[in-house]
């Protein structure tokens, strides 16, 4: 195979992967930006797991190892919060969305500050087990010391994998979005192989695993691809993650062709991805990151060409100072939502570490 990257692409990989390291936290923590008001200070364990899973794929073990200490003294933070969550799920009686686990945590490991925050997610929960996984398999990495936060991961995503939550996009906490079950999925599947769990525990991930699967494949499913949330008819762009990287559907099951050229229709133009047709945060732009997403896909499919075309998309949109944006505005789809975001926020947060990450992960992954 071709390499990926010219002299100047590989000025960019590698950037990435230094400026991830430079901003990882003494805690372990990936900030999400160093700089965007609304994500400064914060780390997601979804960002930061396909953070993480980017950089394991780079070689930089002890930077991931680092996180993976982060997130499982996260979990052992709040283990009393997932055991309530777990007995009231088990009672029949579910907590309340605000009593679950939030979304994103300060570096300490703790909750954000008072304000309102779109924060009851379960996909990160996942996410975290499946890199952890990928990341033992690649670096032979001994997972003995992660055995309780796991078995703890797996219990809270057990009780509560069918009940409604915010998406990746942290919208529609009213839907079961089919992305979030593909990644709690890919994580009960990961941990049910790691060998850290006792044996009842080990085969109740996999067998929730499997039902969940098998929701995806009969109630996610419309027209042979996935949608966005069941009862839905429409696309989204992290619909791609299911193929690849996760491996939740396998390449050549008859959905992932049919999902990724959905996903390309709806939502690709000229190698840009945009998230869904009805976004309008920033005036709905066009990804980097679901970009590489889509590119991971391409590949799994055997599509190198179309995944390098992804690469080179997502690279293009680096800054002079080699920062890559969260979203650029080539082809927006809201253009008169695009000032009241930058009134809010100001500027697109630049550099978004996920989008470095992803351009890492899929470099990485056209090399080999």
């Not at 990936?30 to 008001?37: D, H, I, K, R, V």
């Not at 979304?103 to 300060?106: D, G, I, N, S």
């Not at 079950?181 to 192989?193: D, F, N, P």
């Not at 762009?237 to 491996?247: H, N, Q, V």
């Given at each position: 195979?071709?390499?990926?990257?010219?002299?100047?692409?590989?000025a960019?990989?590698d950037h990435?992967?230094?400026?991830?390291?430079?901003?990882?936290?003494?805690?372990?923590a990936?900030?999400?930006?160093?700089?965007?008001?609304a994500?400064q200070?914060?780390c997601w364990?979804?960002?930061?797991?396909?953070i993480?899973?980017?950089m394991?794929?780079?070689?930089?073990?002890?930077?991931v190892?680092?996180?993976?200490a982060?997130?499982?003294?996260?979990?052992?933070?709040?283990r009393?919060?997932?055991r309530a969550?777990?007995?009231?799920?088990g009672?029949?009686?579910?907590?309340?969305?605000?009593d679950m686990?939030p979304?994103?945590?300060?570096f300490?490991?703790?909750?954000?500050?008072?304000d309102?925050?779109?924060?009851f997610?379960l996909?990160g929960f996942?996410?975290?087990?499946?890199a952890?996984?990928?990341?033992?398999?690649?670096h032979?990495?001994?997972?003995s010391?992660?055995?309780?936060?796991?078995?703890?991961?797996?219990?809270?995503?057990?009780?509560?994998?069918?009940r409604?939550?915010?998406?990746w996009?942290?919208?529609?906490?009213e839907q079961?979005?089919v992305?979030t079950?593909?990644?709690?999925?890919?994580?009960?599947?990961?941990?049910?192989?790691m060998?850290?769990?006792d044996q009842?525990r080990?085969?109740?991930?996999?067998?929730t695993?499997?039902?969940?699967?098998g929701?995806?494949?009969?109630?996610?499913v419309v027209?042979?691809?996935l949608?966005?949330?069941?009862g839905?008819?429409?696309?989204d762009?992290?619909?791609?993650?299911?193929?690849?990287?996760?491996?939740f559907?396998?390449a050549?099951?008859p959905?992932?062709?049919?999902?990724?050229?959905?996903?390309?229709?709806a939502?690709?133009?000229?190698?840009?991805?945009?998230?869904?047709?009805?976004?309008?945060?920033?005036?709905?732009?066009?990804?980097?990151l679901?970009?590489c997403f889509?590119?991971?896909?391409?590949?799994?499919?055997?599509?190198t060409?179309?995944?390098?075309d992804?690469?080179?998309?997502a690279?293009?949109t680096?800054?002079a100072?080699?920062?890559?944006?969260?979203q650029?505005?080539?082809?927006?789809?809201?253009?008169?939502?695009?000032?009241q975001?930058?009134?809010?926020?100001?500027e697109?947060?630049?550099?978004?570490?996920w989008?470095?990450?992803?351009?890492?992960?899929?470099g990485?992954e056209?090399d080999?």
């Open positions: 195979m071709t390499p990926v990257a010219s002299l100047p692409d590989r960019l990989l990435s992967r230094a400026l991830i390291r430079s901003l990882q936290t003494p805690e372990g990936y900030p999400a930006s160093p700089t965007f008001p994500y200070g914060f364990f979804r960002d930061g797991a396909f993480a899973d980017g394991s794929a780079a070689g930089d073990v002890a930077s190892d680092a996180f993976f982060w997130c499982a003294r996260v979990v052992r933070l709040y009393d919060d997932i969550a777990v007995a009231a799920a009672a029949g009686e579910p907590l309340a969305d605000h686990l979304a994103r945590f300060t300490d490991g703790h909750r954000g500050a008072s309102e925050w779109w924060d997610q996909d996942g996410t975290w087990l499946w952890l996984d990928a990341h033992a398999t690649r032979g990495v001994d997972l010391p992660y055995t309780d936060a796991v078995a703890l991961t797996v219990d809270y995503l057990v009780s509560s994998w069918d409604p939550c915010f998406d996009w942290e919208e529609h906490d079961i979005h992305s079950l593909g990644c709690v999925g890919a994580g009960l599947e990961a941990a049910s192989r060998g850290v769990l009842a080990a085969h109740l991930a996999a067998s695993a499997a039902a969940i699967r929701v995806v494949l009969t109630e996610g027209d042979g691809h949608i966005k949330w069941v839905s008819t429409a696309v762009a992290s619909l791609t993650a299911l193929i690849a990287p996760l491996g559907i396998p050549d099951h959905v992932a062709r049919a999902t990724v050229e959905a996903v390309e229709s939502l690709a133009v000229d190698g840009g991805m945009h998230r869904f047709a009805a976004d309008t945060f920033y005036g709905g732009g066009q990804w980097p679901l970009s889509a590119g991971l896909a391409r590949a799994a499919l055997g599509d060409d179309r995944a390098a992804y690469l080179a998309w690279m293009s680096a800054t100072s080699l920062e890559l944006p969260e650029v505005d080539r082809h927006l789809l809201a253009p008169e939502h695009r000032h975001w930058i009134d809010k926020w100001g697109v947060a630049t550099p978004l570490l989008s470095h990450a992803m351009v890492l992960r899929l990485r056209l080999q």
